[in-house]
């Protein structure tokens, strides 16, 4: 048997995560992966690296839970929050049997890690204002296990509705895990449902330190949920997910000044997108610009191939969203500094033959 035979028959079909570094690209304005435009400094201050690291940092889930408003017991540390919704399918979801329902156009990880895990991935596409169609959702959910939702939704850019994820976590009651992905919440935050999970023994939300507190390089990110979840998560969760830098510099980010800088940044996005978005939406080659509670935004082009192709070149990296249903024509931007919101509009201009 050859090495490629021997894999697991749902590794050989797979289609890996379309990551922006896998992506490649050569430039110097990376506006395809909702990074923060400039890197935070930290000095480690922990230098017990002979000694195995806590698995639950107990500093780092204080922290977080005081931030999010939960209690430390409703706090799950992770290497990412890729790696948290991983967990929830090793834990929940029996392989062959049970499967995983998301809404499309959404963050690509729900799928590609049930298809790693050989769980079914059922889908159910947003309405036309990228809502949950949950009639839809009500007649799919037979064998469910988790339902990922994603507010503000990665690439859309838009919140859902609140009364409507209350309707999914009734339709879901005693059947399946709601799990709200709230990578971007520091970006709207008042939209945040962690304090629901009094009321809902089935609600899972995701957060990361990737996004808004500028540390996609770190691989840090929670799952806050109730005891129980917690409890079961702890049980398929490595030993040692976080190594003791992380550890170490997620506890920094998350102090009084850390979070203040983060808040910082949140305002210096919002002011940024504001300003992108009033300089794409005259431009002839721009079809329409999606609102956005995010850091990004999403843009309908006229020839968007182009488009793409015109600014990668130039070194400008943006992401093509044009495969995913319902997006055809749509580039996701990553707001970036003022300077590189700038260098996008004008090689947009320039490519519409405006001059300057
Ligand atoms: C970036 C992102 C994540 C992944 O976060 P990490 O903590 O970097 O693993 C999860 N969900 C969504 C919607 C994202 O955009």
Same mark, same amino acid.
């Given at each position: 048997?050859?090495?490629?035979?021997?894999?697991?028959?749902?590794?050989?079909?797979?289609?890996?995560?379309?990551?922006?570094?896998?992506?490649?690209?050569?430039?110097?304005?990376?506006?395809?992966?909702?990074?923060?435009? =400039?890197?935070?400094? +930290?000095?480690?201050?922990?230098?017990?690296?002979?000694?195995?690291?806590?698995?639950?940092?107990?500093?780092?889930?204080?922290?977080?839970? #005081?931030?999010?408003?939960?209690?430390?017991?409703?706090?799950?540390? %992770?290497?990412?929050?890729? &790696?948290?919704?991983?967990?929830?399918?090793?834990? /929940?979801?029996?392989?062959?049997?049970? @499967?995983?329902?998301?809404?499309?156009?959404?963050?690509?990880?729900?799928?590609?890690?049930?298809?790693?895990?050989?769980?079914?991935?059922?889908?159910?596409?947003?309405? #036309?204002?990228? =809502?949950?169609?949950?009639?839809?959702?009500?007649?799919?959910?037979?064998?469910?296990?988790?339902?990922?939702?994603?507010?503000?939704?990665?690439?859309?850019?838009?919140?859902?509705?609140?009364?409507?994820?209350?309707?999914?976590?009734? $339709?879901?009651?005693?059947?399946? $895990?709601?799990?709200?992905?709230?990578?971007?919440?520091? /970006?709207?935050?008042?939209?945040?449902?962690?304090?629901?999970?009094?009321?809902?023994?089935?609600?899972?939300?995701?957060?990361?330190?990737?996004?808004?507190?500028?540390?996609?390089?770190?691989?840090?990110?929670?799952?806050?949920?109730?005891?129980?979840?917690? *409890?079961?998560? $702890?049980?398929?969760?490595?030993?040692?997910?976080?190594?003791?830098?992380?550890?170490?510099?997620?506890?920094?980010?998350?102090?009084? @000044?850390?979070?203040?800088?983060?808040?910082?940044?949140?305002?210096?996005?919002?002011?940024?997108?504001?300003?992108?978005?009033?300089?794409?939406?005259?431009?002839?080659?721009?079809?329409?610009? /999606?609102?956005? @509670?995010?850091?990004?935004?999403?843009?309908? +082009? *006229?020839?968007?191939?182009?488009? +793409?192709?015109?600014?990668?070149?130039?070194?400008?990296?943006?992401?093509?969203?044009?495969?995913?249903?319902?997006?055809?024509?749509?580039?996701?931007?990553?707001?970036? %500094?003022?300077? &590189?919101?700038?260098?996008?509009? @004008?090689?947009?201009?320039?490519?519409?033959?405006?001059?300057?």
């Amino acid at each position: 048997m050859s090495i490629e035979q021997l894999a697991r028959a749902n590794v050989r079909t797979l289609t890996p995560y379309q990551s922006a570094r896998r992506l490649g690209g050569k430039g110097d304005v990376w506006l395809n992966a909702n990074e923060f435009f =400039q890197a935070p400094e +930290f000095q480690l201050t922990a230098q017990t690296l002979n000694r195995y690291p806590e698995c639950q940092p107990p500093v780092v889930i204080e922290r977080y839970a #005081a931030y999010a408003g939960v209690k430390p017991e409703q706090v799950l540390v %992770s290497r990412g929050a890729d &790696e948290g919704i991983e967990l929830l399918i090793r834990a /929940f979801c029996e392989p062959g049997q049970d @499967a995983v329902l998301y809404c499309p156009p959404t963050y690509g990880m729900y799928g590609v890690s049930a298809e790693t895990l050989g769980v079914e991935r059922r889908t159910v596409p947003s309405t #036309a204002n990228w =809502q949950l169609d949950l009639p839809a959702i009500a007649e799919n959910l037979s064998r469910v296990k988790l339902i990922y939702v994603c507010s503000p939704n990665n690439p859309t850019g838009n919140v859902l509705d609140a009364d409507d994820l209350r309707k999914l976590l009734a $339709l879901a009651a005693g059947k399946a $895990l709601v799990v709200v992905d709230e990578a971007y919440i520091e /970006f709207n935050p008042g939209s945040t449902v962690a304090g629901w999970l009094a009321d809902y023994p089935h609600l899972v939300v995701l957060r990361t330190l990737s996004k808004a507190f500028a540390l996609a390089g770190l691989r840090c990110g929670f799952t806050l949920a109730n005891e129980p979840v917690i *409890a079961l998560l $702890l049980k398929v969760i490595a030993p040692y997910p976080l190594s003791t830098p992380v550890a170490d510099i997620a506890a920094q980010a998350l102090d009084d @000044a850390g979070i203040d800088t983060m808040r910082e940044r949140v305002a210096e996005i919002a002011e940024n997108r504001a300003w992108l978005m009033a300089a794409l939406a005259p431009l002839p080659c721009v079809e329409q610009v /999606f609102d956005s @509670a995010s850091n990004y935004v999403l843009v309908r +082009f *006229a020839a968007a191939s182009n488009v +793409f192709k015109t600014l990668w070149d130039q070194g400008i990296i943006l992401r093509d969203q044009n495969k995913q249903p319902g997006l055809s024509g749509c580039l996701r931007i990553t707001i970036g %500094s003022r300077g &590189e919101c700038q260098q996008v509009v @004008a090689a947009l201009r320039a490519l519409s033959g405006i001059n300057e």
